[in-house]
């Protein structure tokens, strides 16, 4: 014996699928950013707008404008790198480089900690290395914050469009804190 089914049961038998999708999804809003289950969370070290603690043996990653507490054996420091800046937003024409402007701030300091522009330094999506330097007419920071001290100041470079690092290694050496930030001129 044969059954046939009408024409119209598959397109049915799809509609029905479609509505409980849609009502599960109304039950169960969608998220966004999440990280793959199949990460193991001990691997996440990457929480935006978090402070995260920064050293030798682990530098700490985290987006532009967000603070890291750095630590060594003699002192610890919040670092925050905001940035870059750049002109010409909008212009008809995109350069392949522009002037990028990062400001660095240094406060909550709890030991002598040494300061050098040279020890900050940026890297983009090509491993191109830069190494920006105070910006003309800005005061030059102190070469040891103190305790109690808090100090800003600007570095400049001119870098490639695209995504990128800055990077500080109080020691010269050793990277403790990366920014990621994205260079746009458009």
Not at 59 to 76: I, N
Not at 82 to 111: F, R
Request: aromatic fraction near 6%; charge should be negative.
């Amino acid at each position: 014996m044969i059954i046939r089914m009408p024409r119209s049961a598959p397109l049915a038998a799809l509609l029905l699928a479609l509505a409980g999708c849609s009502a599960a999804s109304a039950s169960h809003p969608a998220t966004y950013g999440g990280y793959p289950t199949y990460l193991p969370s001990s691997t996440l070290n990457y929480h935006s707008d978090t402070v995260l603690t920064g050293t030798v043996q682990r530098p700490a990653l985290t987006s532009q404008g967000d603070g890291v507490e750095v630590k060594t054996p003699q002192w610890s420091v919040l670092v925050t790198v905001t940035g870059p800046e750049v002109p010409g937003g909008g212009l008809p024409y995109q350069a392949p480089t522009t002037t990028c402007t990062w400001i660095v701030t240094l406060s909550g300091v709890t030991g002598p900690v040494p300061v050098s522009a040279s020890d900050f330094s940026s890297i983009d999506d090509e491993n191109n290395v830069y190494r920006p330097a105070l910006v003309a007419g800005q005061p030059k920071p102190p070469p040891v914050l103190r305790p109690g001290q808090k100090i800003s100041f600007e570095l400049r470079a001119v870098e490639a469009t695209g995504e990128g690092l800055m990077r500080w290694a109080p020691d010269g050496r050793n990277i403790v804190a990366k920014w990621d930030f994205v260079v746009e001129n458009d």
